[in-house]
Structures are given as structure tokens and as C-alpha cells.
């Protein structure tokens, strides 16, 4: 399920910045008293009791009356920018100043934010004193229901309060705790036959390396919009198609350039829905261009991939270009991807041209492997085998002070990705790279080809 998505709005300099930090728990966003500060919108990714969301920070909207004549060009691509916010989002936060009381273009932003038909949350923000806090009334002329007064500077109870509502309009879906695991013979799985059933593959990538024209040869028709310009792409566009007589979505997204190589406007909020497909997606597609050094910019897509737990497929495509294209020169190249691209070194490897549709089809054959192996489920019985094994073979290593941590039982707790408990003595005693040990005999076992799996460990006494 993808992540709910919330903007704050506001005219300028009402804190919305200010309160964009607090929410997010560090300096994302610069804050300053000098209105205009916020031009691009800001996304971070936040959670709040177990809720994970989007969280957007936009410009303040400046109306055309109320704008000082410098910058009036910047006044509309902020406008523009926030109209789009607003589309995108499922609730707004309308942030106001408290200090100073309603003004006629807090009335101006009200009208724009009312037409989208969204859950709409009024803040109240700068509530210092109870002397600041009888402006608040005020408010509710702008007929948007009850005020939220906080203080972001401070952190006041308000925070939460205002938060609290904001997830309370999210989806109702079960959540289960974090740290709470049910025993795998509790669980009663709906029965879904992997191999058979419906999955969706979002491909993602930098711009100008073929997203586009992959999509095009799977859909056997220009679905997309193909250009030698990076960002011809500027949505998240959903595809049906049969594949083996089996209902695939494919899901061509916007290339995902460097932060500061992101043009101020569509191109902008064209990454957000990047992100937003990766994050819906079973499968994710990583097509890199062969001509080209793998970059940072890709290192940190595939990052992105992993800690989303989604199972992928590497492409490099325009292999055409290349001059080498023997089996010797895949197998090297292959063992390059996985170096550079460590947080993905488990995945299925694919080269293709799809200029010349070499290729192209074995990318949904391996998207469907990559799909089952993250389903696949592992019996409690062979799994403390193959830890047990493991932990014997190489024991885990003692803390400076001479304590070994021992796995006393482990079992498999979800699929996409697998995970796994181990239960121990001392969790504290696991240091990450016996982890990783752990996790490469798990493969070795099971394989688990093209799906992220997850190691979690629980002290024995806990509850």
C-alpha cells in the first residue's frame, strides 16, 4: 500500500518550515524570517504511533495584490507548485500565525485549499502564550472547522494533537506492532497461489536510460512518450498487460535525478510519484544505461529499493552501444553492478536493448521469479537447521567483555520480503556483520534471488 501523503500549506512565513521540522524530528527545511524562504516543496518520509507517511513542506502562497513586484515570476511557479501539492496530497494542513491574527490572504489561501475536496486540518501556529492563544478564535471564520493551536517553535502538546488528526484521516488498515511477532503455527495465511496471481512492476532508474521504451516493447504499443531529453516522463503511468496469460501492471515512472538537478516545478513533484509507484509496487525494475558509469545517483535508487523491502530486477539496457557484448563481458559487468550497487547484490542481473527488443521479455520472466522468492515461505523446522548449522560452523563473536550471544530458536515471521526472528540471548550482542553472515547462509540455503530478506533479533525473555 503506498504511503498516505500530507502537505502543509500557508501563506509566507507562518512557520510552516518550522513545523515541517518538528514533524520530521530534525533541520530539513530552512527557516528564516524572511517570507519566500521555502520555494521547492520538501518531502521527507515520517511516521507518527506506527502511521508511516510523505510529509510536504510547500512555499507560502503570496496573492497577486499582496506580492512585492521583485520575484513576481517565482509568486506563480510557488502557486503552482502548491496547486500540485494540494492535488497530490490526501489531507493539507492549513498553517496560519496565531501572533498576528487572520489576515485577508490567510482568506485567499483558504479558498484555494477548500476546492480540492480534501480533509483539510486548520494549525494555528505560534500559540506561545494564553494571550496569543484568544487570536485563534478568529480562525473560525475561515469556516474550516476547529483550530489545532501549537507552537512548532516549542514543540507543544499541540504537535501531537495536530498530528493525531492528521493520521486519523489515513486508510483504516490493520497495523500490527513493530516489535510484535505472532508464532508462524498462529497464522492462518490466505492462500495465494504466487506464480499465478497478479503483481505490478514500477521501473525506476535515472532519466534518459529507457524506462520508457522497455515499457513500450512489454505493451507491444507507444504507451509512453519516448524523447532523447531527460524528464519527457513526468508521471506514474499504470499499465495492464498479459503476460503468459498472467495480469501484470507495469508502471513507468519519472527519471530520478540528484536533488540538486531537480528544475524547480513539474519535474519536481514527477520524483515524488517515483517514489510513491516504487513504494505500491511488488516488483521494482532498476534499468541503468550500459554506456555509463554506474553512478551515485544510482547507488541511491537501489538503496531506496532495499529499504522499501521490495524485490527487483537490474536491466542494463542499450547493451546495443556496447562493443563487447560476449558472455565474458556480461559476467564481469554483472559482477561490477553487484559491487557498486552493494545494497542490491542479491538480484537478477538482465541486459538489453530495447531499441532492438533484445532481451526485453526475460525482464517480466525475472520480475515474476524475483516476485515468488520474496512470497516464499520457510518451514520453523528448516530454518533452525539452518541456523543452527551456521551458528556452529562460525560461533558469533565474543564482546570485549568475553560474552558470546547464543540463537536459542528462529522462525520466519512474513513474506515481501522474508523475514525472520531470532530469538537470543542478547540481541545487543549481534554486530552487523555476523548479520550479514547469517543472511548469506540463509541464501546459500534457500536462494531467495531478487527479494530482500530481513534478520530481527529478540531477546528469549521478552514478551
Not at 490567510?106 to 494555528?124: G, H, S, T, Y
Not at 527487483?312 to 553492478?337: F, H, P, Q
Not at 542479491?346 to 520474496?374: P, Y
Amino acid at each position: 500500500m503506498s504511503k498516505s501523503v500530507v502537505a502543509i500549506v500557508g501563506r509566507p512565513n507562518v512557520g510552516k518550515s518550522t513545523l515541517f521540522n518538528r514533524c520530521i524530528g530534525e533541520k530539513h527545511a530552512i527557516v528564516d524570517d524572511l517570507p519566500g524562504v521555502t520555494r521547492d516543496r520538501l518531502y521527507r518520509e515520517t511516521d507518527w504511533n506506527g502511521h508511516e507517511f510523505l510529509l510536504v513542506d510547500t512555499g507560502g502562497v503570496m496573492m497577486e495584490r499582496h506580492k512585492a513586484n521583485e520575484g513576481q515570476n517565482m509568486h506563480g511557479e510557488v502557486l503552482d507548485q502548491v496547486k500540485q501539492a494540494l492535488e497530490e496530497a490526501d489531507v493539507i494542513v492549513f498553517v496560519v500565525d496565531g501572533k498576528e491574527g487572520m489576515t485577508g490572504a490567510d482568506e485567499e489561501v483558504a479558498n484555494i485549499v477548500r476546492r480540492v475536496k480534501k480533509p483539510i486540518i486548520l494549525a494555528v501556529n505560534k500559540i506561545d502564550t494564553m494571550r496569543d492563544q484568544n487570536n485563534a478564535a478568529d480562525f473560525y471564520a475561515l469556516g474550516l472547522g476547529e483550530p489545532v493551536c501549537l507552537s512548532a517553535l516549542q514543540g507543544s502538546g499541540g504537535v501531537g494533537d495536530l498530528l493525531d488528526l492528521v493520521v486519523s484521516h489515513f486508510p483504516k488498515i490493520q497495523r500490527v506492532e513493530k516489535d510484535r511477532y505472532i508464532q508462524e503455527e498462529e497464522v492462518e495465511e490466505e492462500k495465494i497461489d504466487y506464480e499465478t496471481c497478479p503483481f505490478s512492476i514500477a521501473v525506476v532508474g535515472r532519466p534518459n536510460v529507457g524506462k520508457s521504451s522497455i515499457i513500450n516493447v512489454l505493451c507491444g504499443q507507444k504507451r509512453s512518450i519516448v524523447g532523447a531529453e531527460p524528464g519527457t516522463t513526468r508521471d506514474a503511468i499504470d499499465t495492464t498487460v498479459k503476460f503468459n496469460g498472467r495480469q501484470i501492471t507495469l508502471v513507468d515512472t519519472a527519471g530520478i535525478r540528484r536533488k540538486n538537478r531537480v528544475d524547480y516545478g513539474i519535474e519536481a513533484f514527477s520524483v515524488v510519484r517515483s517514489l510513491k509507484a516504487l513504494d505500491r509496487a511488488d516488483v521494482v525494475v532498476l534499468v541503468l544505461d550500459a554506456s555509463l558509469e554506474i553512478s551515485d545517483q544510482d547507488q541511491k535508487i537501489a538503496s531506496k529499493i532495499e529499504e522499501a523491502g521490495k524485490a527487483c530486477v537490474v536491466v542494463v539496457n542499450k547493451w546495443d552501444l556496447i562493443e563487447d557484448r560476449s558472455s565474458g563481458a556480461m559476467t564481469r559487468y554483472t559482477e561490477e553492478v553487484k559491487s557498486a550497487l552493494r545494497a542490491l547484490n542479491w538480484v537478477e542481473v538482465i541486459f538489453t536493448s530495447a531499441i532492438n527488443k533484445l532481451r526485453v521479455q526475460k525482464i517480466v520472466e525475472a520480475a515474476g521469479k524475483a516476485f515468488l522468492q520474496s512470497r516464499r515461505r520457510i518451514g520453523t523446522g528448516l530454518v533452525n537447521q539452518i541456523i543452527n548449522e551456521s551458528v556452529a560452523l562460525v560461533p558469533p563473536p565474543a564482546s570485549k567483555r568475553g560474552k558470546r550471544m547464543r540463537v536459542y530458536y528462529s522462525t520466519q515471521v512474513q513474506v515481501g520480503p522474508p523475514t525472520f526472528v531470532l530469538f537470543c540471548s542478547d540481541a545487543k550482542l549481534m554486530p552487523k556483520s555476523y548479520e550479514t553472515y547469517l543472511e548469506r547462509k540463509l541464501r546459500e540455503a534457500f536462494g531467495f534471488q531478487g527479494s530482500p530478506i530481513r534478520l530481527i533479533m529478540r531477546n528469549k525473555t521478552q514478551n
